[in-house]
């Protein structure tokens, strides 16, 4: 089984990418990290708690393989890293990193809000486009959703 991560700052593609690398992958799921029920107010922190949590609830449920769509600091790579393991599975990181010029953008389907385009700026003094534990690392921007989940499925294919 296979935990395929789509890291990544905010508006870098993690989403839409995600699940079309999952319909690539046959049985594959989709999990949408951000889908994680917590209450908007409870602060960053808290916020990537509860996400991680649901996440790692999910690794431990899976059947088969799981394409997450969330972005990653180190410390939560090592987190999905041991529940990836407890289950025997591989977890692979691919971080999507366009320029931030292109992830500050409105590029979506709904436009940024001043705090997303702050927390972009933020995620990428903090290294979320190239973080040290990614696997595989792509600027997207010049490609479309099914070609950059075509790169990462033939990047990320099983030996």
Request: one cysteine or more; charged letters at 20%; aromatic letters at 4%.
């Amino acid at each position: 089984m296979d935990i395929i991560c789509i890291n990544g700052p905010i508006n870098s593609g993690k989403s839409t990418v995600g699940r079309r690398l999952a319909a690539l992958l046959p049985g594959a799921a989709f999990v949408e990290g951000d889908d994680h029920g917590a209450p908007d107010d409870i602060g960053l922190d808290a916020t990537i708690a509860a996400a991680l949590a649901r996440i790692e609830a999910l690794i431990a449920a899976a059947t088969g393989d799981l394409v997450i769509a969330y972005p990653l600091r180190p410390q939560d790579h090592a987190r999905l890293a041991a529940a990836a393991g407890r289950r025997g599975a591989r977890l692979l990181v691919a971080t999507l990193a366009p320029p931030m010029a292109v992830a500050l953008a409105d590029r979506g389907g709904r436009p940024l809000s001043a705090e997303e385009g702050d927390r972009i700026v933020e995620m990428y003094a903090e290294g979320y486009a190239g973080p040290a534990f990614s696997d595989l690392v792509l600027d997207n921007a010049g490609l479309t959703p099914d070609q950059t989940a075509a790169v990462l499925a033939a990047a990320l294919r099983r030996d």
